[in-house]
């Protein structure tokens, strides 16, 4: 890399938090008492299944920008309803959606995070609103200098203005930001519009059968084993 | 208080930072070699006093949203004819402009900040734009969730929507927000909009000869007489 960047963006689902043993645990935890024990992982996994779906409309300039928070909401009503389950009552749906607040952290993150914040300004750059990621930073531990990404663009990765936005309102040029994730996805979009990349694998994302993003497909600028081996390569 | 807030709002510049000698020390160091010793504490108090009057025809309508480090340029540019010096370069008065990001805190904020953060989210509802925040934050050692304030509503306080767009993005309600100022007319604002408020003097922000804002003017919810007083009554 000939320049180092000056701010590091993170995807935060799957990239820095394990939403699908959370997510599955969150569902658990609230819905056995209901209904017994159900498959709650492939439920997260379902629930999951709906978010990219859910966004494109607004993408596509088809709805209005909503937060991801009222996405959960509605994505759950219908996973609940494809699971054979009787109709959640708001407050219940409410309730469950803020479980993405709560995330745990893969076990690198934090001091991966702690250890580059030394020399580089850190912010979330995810389709989570501010709110969301307000009380998840608290909640993980997570120290940023600001919280960036959809909601600062009212529209959703990997849709160029959220990169660009972000950039701009921290005060960078492109080439000055590095997009960290473990999605291709997320890092083809940002290398396309000039912003240095990162990569490193999460392979139970998804759980124990993953088939996707298992390795680096794109001409990263680095690719890494995870958030603590990227700090030891770009701290050097 | 019947209900504790969840959020502090702080202003920045003059509540949190000694904005007057920093700005007479940055102003000193980098003209004295260009135009020997003048009166640089004049000339911060000058530059300041453009401040309010430049972002008034943005606050009417009558010009687009800028960021304030584009106001502080221009600001600057006015401040150095009327002072009697030959007009300075683009690239020096950029440079100088930039001093505002470099603020020194007063002695109580830093361990004030800590303290509080234990209890509630904080985030700056300042004037200044995020990426003059974000780098005034890590250059002080303020540890905020969030960067909120003008450029998040694109208008400057005391509009209503900066105090309103930055609850919402947070996630908040107003009251359950509180605006912390040494100043009357932001707190004024702020409890108009049914948020919190809490007042401590800065008696020496403008310098020696300060004559605005020397006691609070205003029911707020609380009157301290600084930062860790403030935290003091707002902990137990």
Redesign the interface.
């Known amino acids: 890399m000939q320049h180092k960047p000056k701010a590091l963006f993170f995807d935060v689902f799957g990239t820095l938090t394990d939403w699908h043993s959370s997510i599955s645990q969150a569902l658990s935890a609230r819905l056995t008492p209901l209904y017994g024990a159900l498959d709650y992982g492939a439920m997260a996994t379902s629930w999951r299944g709906r978010y990219q779906p859910s966004m494109e409309p607004i993408r596509q300039g088809d709805r209005s920008f909503v937060p991801l ?1 009222q996405l959960h909401e509605e994505n759950l009503k219908h996973v609940i309803l494809a699971h054979g389950l009787p109709d959640l009552d708001d407050n219940l749906c409410r309730e469950l959606a803020m479980a993405w607040r709560y995330l745990t952290p893969w076990p690198d993150v934090v001091a991966g995070l702690d250890a580059l914040r030394q020399s580089f ?1 850190l912010a979330p750059v995810s389709n989570g ?4 990621m ?2 998840l ?2 909640h993980a531990g997570f ?1 940023f ?3 960036l990404g959809a ?1 600062m663009a009212q529209n959703y990765k990997p849709m160029p203005d959220v990169y660009l936005r972000s950039a701009a ?4 040029l492109p080439e000055e930001c590095m997009m960290v994730a473990a999605h291709n996805d997320d890092l083809q979009a940002a290398s396309a519009l000039g912003l240095k990349t990162a990569f490193f694998p999460r392979l139970r994302e998804y759980g124990p059968n993953q088939q996707t993003d298992l390795c680096a497909q794109g001409n990263y600028d680095l690719v890494a084993d995870d958030l603590l081996d990227l700090a030891q390569q770009l701290l050097v």
């Open positions: 928070d300004l609103n501010v709110a969301l307000v009380v930073a608290r120290h200098d600001m919280i909601e309102l921290i005060g960078l």
